[in-house]
């Protein structure tokens, strides 16, 4: 087992030798519902507050994204090109059925070809050449090319039980016939729009969990989040806007827990078609000529941002400026690239270098439950634009789950997303941000402008290929520094997560960004 991947064997013995002290029901309130009872069929962040209750991965990623054993006991590097993992035996799923070697073999394959995913597991799982069982708790992994990151990226994948999962549709997940996994909570129900409803499993093989019954309750407001809290309607909110920590922290009983996280919101451009659906020119008509294309006029739109403004009056401080994929102390991070300067005179010569000294028109794109305040900066972004003389057509924001599909399908020409890696490094999100779209390869799956350029993409294999992670994160500053010049996307912020609960019951800060039951407790 390297350093990169190594668990505090005290911690560990500890979790496994808990056992509950009182059987207790909670209820969260989430402000992002999950896209399916299906591990595999959305690659995002609000789907994983979901199943990592249901089901495990291969590795475990802690608060602070440290790196662990979880269904894989133990792994080594047999050649450049080789890895062969150890399973934790004893292992059961929900129904009883042992866990295998075969359905994590079963589980990977499925991972990359689940219809119509709006965000598609293959980027984890698309180095992969050959998956060998070894014996019922071993699994020999070959790859394409040299692959020194090869297990973080597996290791996310959820395990789903072959038994219950083969030819099983997103449907039967939903329904909860497929939904058998290892994790600490069985799914009960699902109605959408409204709860979810889970029940401890006691033979979870870390040991059952604090609370008996979890139920999830989908509040996308967050006056109604905080109302439905303090009236003790729940146990546990999520996405507190920065604005209201101070009220809630001087409220008796009340806990507020925080964290600055990797997640970067961003802006996302239609830089790859001649024509864009929600490109005109100035007067509102429709164009054949897409200026996205152009660098100058990508760049010109972020200097058009005022990240400071954006960070201290709309979020309330609840952010860091960004001008990179990942913030201070992740590997691949440049201290050299600040954000991008707020600069109107500059931004309006960029544009009028490019040929659009009148402007174009636009339609920003945003979901309005994702995280705190996304609608309104997509407000806030679309008249900052205007002020620099791009025409803004309009604003158009919808929930995420209806979001995140017509974006994966390049209904937008320029919107608004969200995206945190559960990796401490900016590998994930350079080759699914920024990579030239090939699911085939694992390249690009969350690349929704279909940026493509041939030099970030040679940079960017050359350290996905080296085993030394110093020299890995060298090459990783390198291809950032490309796609950033470029202006590939727009970073605009890394977000600070809030949660609140009430009593006795805490749920820890994390940067994932995740709300389940592994971060809630019972304070002691």
Same mark, same amino acid.
């Given at each position: 087992?390297?350093?990169?991947?190594?668990?505090?064997?005290?911690?560990?013995?500890?979790?496994?030798?808990?056992?509950?002290?009182?059987?207790?029901?909670?209820?969260?309130?989430?402000?992002?519902?999950?896209?399916?009872?299906?591990?595999?069929?959305?690659?995002?962040?609000?789907?994983?507050?979901?199943?990592?209750?249901?089901?495990?991965?291969?590795?475990?990623?802690?608060?602070?994204?440290?790196?662990?054993?979880?269904?894989?006991?133990?792994?080594?590097?047999?050649?450049?090109?080789?890895?062969?993992?150890?399973?934790?035996?004893?292992?059961?799923?929900?129904?009883?059925?042992?866990?295998?070697?075969? /359905?994590?073999?079963?589980?990977?394959?499925?991972?990359?070809?689940?219809?119509?995913?709006?965000?598609?597991?293959?980027?984890?799982?698309?180095?992969?050449?050959?998956?060998?069982?070894?014996?019922?708790?071993?699994? @020999?992994?070959?790859?394409?090319? *040299?692959?020194?990151?090869?297990?973080?990226?597996?290791?996310?994948?959820?395990?789903?039980?072959?038994?219950?999962?083969?030819?099983?549709?997103?449907?039967? !997940?939903?329904?909860?016939?497929?939904?058998?996994?290892? =994790?600490?909570?069985?799914?009960?129900?699902?109605?959408?729009?409204?709860?979810?409803?889970?029940?401890?499993?006691?033979?979870?093989?870390?040991?059952?969990?604090?609370?008996?019954?979890?139920?999830?309750?989908?509040?996308?407001?967050?006056?109604?989040?905080?109302?439905?809290?303090?009236?003790?309607?729940?146990?546990?909110? /999520?996405?507190?806007?920065?604005?209201?920590?101070?009220?809630?922290?001087?409220?008796?009983?009340?806990?507020?827990?925080?964290?600055?996280?990797?997640?970067?919101?961003?802006?996302?451009?239609?830089?790859?078609?001649?024509?864009?659906?929600?490109?005109?020119?100035?007067?509102? @008509?429709?164009?054949?000529?897409?200026?996205?294309?152009?660098? @100058?006029?990508?760049?010109?739109?972020?200097?058009?941002?005022?990240?400071?403004?954006?960070?201290?009056?709309?979020?309330?401080?609840? =952010?860091?400026?960004?001008?990179?994929?990942?913030?201070?102390?992740?590997?691949?991070?440049?201290?050299?690239?600040? *954000?991008?300067? !707020?600069?109107?005179?500059?931004?309006?010569?960029?544009?009028?270098?490019?040929?659009?000294?009148?402007?174009?028109?636009?339609?920003?794109?945003?979901?309005?439950?994702?995280?705190?305040?996304?609608?309104?900066?997509?407000?806030?972004?679309?008249?900052?634009?205007?002020?620099?003389?791009?025409?803004?057509?309009?604003?158009?924001?919808?929930?995420?789950?209806?979001?995140?599909?017509?974006?994966?399908?390049?209904?937008?020409?320029?919107?608004?997303?969200?995206?945190?890696?559960?990796?401490?490094?900016?590998?994930? =999100?350079?080759?699914?941000?920024?990579?030239? @779209?090939?699911?085939?390869?694992?390249?690009?799956?969350?690349?929704?402008?279909?940026?493509?350029? *041939? /030099?970030? /993409?040679?940079?960017?294999?050359?350290?996905?290929?080296?085993?030394?992670?110093?020299?890995?994160?060298?090459?990783?500053?390198?291809?950032?520094?490309?796609?950033?010049?470029?202006?590939?996307?727009?970073?605009?912020?890394?977000?600070?997560?809030?949660?609140?609960?009430?009593?006795?019951?805490?749920?820890?800060?994390?940067?994932?960004?995740?709300?389940?039951?592994?971060?809630?407790?019972?304070?002691?």
């Amino acid at each position: 087992m390297t350093t990169r991947f190594r668990c505090l064997a005290t911690a560990m013995a500890a979790l496994l030798a808990a056992a509950p002290a009182a059987a207790r029901d909670i209820t969260m309130a989430r402000v992002a519902e999950h896209a399916a009872i299906d591990p595999h069929f959305n690659n995002a962040g609000n789907d994983a507050s979901t199943m990592r209750n249901i089901y495990d991965s291969l590795l475990n990623f802690d608060v602070n994204q440290a790196i662990g054993p979880s269904l894989a006991a133990s792994w080594r590097v047999v050649d450049p090109l080789t890895w062969e993992i150890r399973l934790r035996e004893g292992v059961r799923f929900h129904d009883g059925s042992p866990f295998t070697a075969e /359905d994590v073999v079963f589980s990977l394959n499925r991972a990359k070809d689940v219809p119509n995913s709006p965000s598609s597991w293959a980027r984890n799982v698309g180095d992969i050449a050959t998956m060998t069982v070894v014996d019922p708790h071993t699994v @020999r992994f070959t790859s394409r090319v *040299p692959t020194p990151l090869l297990l973080e990226q597996v290791g996310q994948v959820y395990i789903v039980s072959r038994r219950a999962a083969e030819g099983a549709t997103t449907a039967d !997940f939903n329904a909860g016939r497929a939904a058998i996994g290892t =994790g600490p909570m069985r799914f009960v129900s699902w109605t959408p729009g409204d709860r979810m409803e889970l029940r401890r499993f006691d033979g979870h093989w870390r040991g059952a969990a604090e609370f008996d019954r979890i139920t999830v309750r989908f509040i996308t407001n967050p006056a109604a989040r905080i109302a439905t809290l303090l009236s003790g309607g729940v146990d546990i909110i /999520d996405a507190v806007p920065a604005g209201d920590v101070a009220r809630l922290e001087r409220e008796r009983g009340i806990r507020v827990t925080s964290i600055v996280t990797p997640r970067i919101a961003y802006m996302a451009m239609d830089s790859a078609r001649d024509e864009s659906p929600f490109v005109t020119d100035a007067e509102g @008509r429709p164009m054949t000529r897409n200026p996205l294309r152009d660098r @100058r006029v990508r760049q010109a739109m972020s200097m058009l941002i005022n990240r400071e403004a954006l960070v201290n009056t709309l979020l309330s401080g609840g =952010g860091v400026p960004a001008g990179q994929i990942v913030p201070v102390g992740q590997g691949g991070y440049d201290p050299s690239l600040a *954000p991008m300067p !707020f600069d109107p005179a500059r931004a309006r010569a960029l544009l009028a270098e490019a040929g659009w000294a009148n402007g174009f028109g636009l339609t920003i794109h945003s979901s309005n439950n994702r995280f705190p305040q996304d609608a309104a900066m997509a407000q806030a972004l679309g008249q900052m634009l205007a002020r620099g003389g791009i025409r803004i057509n309009g604003v158009v924001t919808m929930p995420f789950n209806v979001y995140i599909g017509q974006a994966t399908d390049q209904r937008f020409s320029a919107f608004l997303f969200a995206y945190n890696s559960a990796s401490p490094h900016s590998a994930d =999100g350079l080759r699914g941000l920024l990579a030239t @779209r090939d699911l085939a390869r694992g390249m690009g799956g969350t690349n929704r402008g279909r940026y493509s350029n *041939p /030099d970030f /993409d040679a940079a960017l294999a050359r350290a996905l290929e080296v085993f030394d992670e110093n020299e890995r994160n060298r090459l990783l500053v390198e291809a950032t520094r490309i796609a950033m010049d470029d202006q590939g996307i727009i970073p605009l912020l890394w977000q600070k997560s809030f949660w609140a609960s009430r009593g006795d019951i805490v749920h820890d800060a994390n940067m994932l960004d995740e709300t389940s039951v592994r971060f809630a407790r019972i304070a002691r």
